[in-house]
């Protein structure tokens, strides 16, 4: 005598099996990402900022812009930086960066001396950080004409 359960098992282990073959083709054809693990590190890119005579220059009006539709993307400069140093752009302004990279001008100005100067950043494939792709690390005011 056969039982019900016996003959079940025969019929759906077979089923289960193709299935389970099928499934592990499915993953093996398809690309899957790999896993992403972000650092607790936070990013910062300064630029030095002299004077024309060459000493650190301190009180400036600084700004950063996206150059593609001029959002005003200036981090806080509330940090204790030595002088003459400011934050161009840090992990806060991530959001701001794409990863094939974003252009962005500075400009930093006093009373007759002003200087632009212009920036490439872009992110890692997780987009847990921004990167500097290019862009100077010390710029110089140059007296307005």
């Known amino acids: 005598m056969v039982n019900s359960e016996g003959i079940l098992m025969k019929r759906t ?43 650190p220059a301190d009180g400036l009006r600084f700004s950063v812009t996206r150059t593609a539709d001029g959002r005003d993307a200036t981090p806080d400069q509330g940090f204790l930086l030595d002088e003459g140093v400011y934050v161009v752009l840090s992990d806060a302004q991530l959001d701001l960066v794409d990863e094939a990279g974003t252009s962005f001008r500075v400009t930093a100005s006093r009373d007759g001396a002003s200087v632009t100067a212009d920036f490439v950043f872009d992110t890692d494939t997780c987009r847990c950080h921004v990167q500097r792709v290019s862009g100077p690390e010390t710029i110089q005011l140059v007296a307005d004409p």
Request: hydrophobic share 35%.
């Open 13 to 55: 282990l077979p089923l289960l099996l193709l299935l389970g073959i099928s499934g592990i083709g499915w993953s093996a054809c398809s690309d899957p990402q790999e896993p992403c693990f972000c650092t607790e590190e936070f990013r910062t890119y300064l630029v030095t900022v002299l004077e024309p005579d060459g000493r």
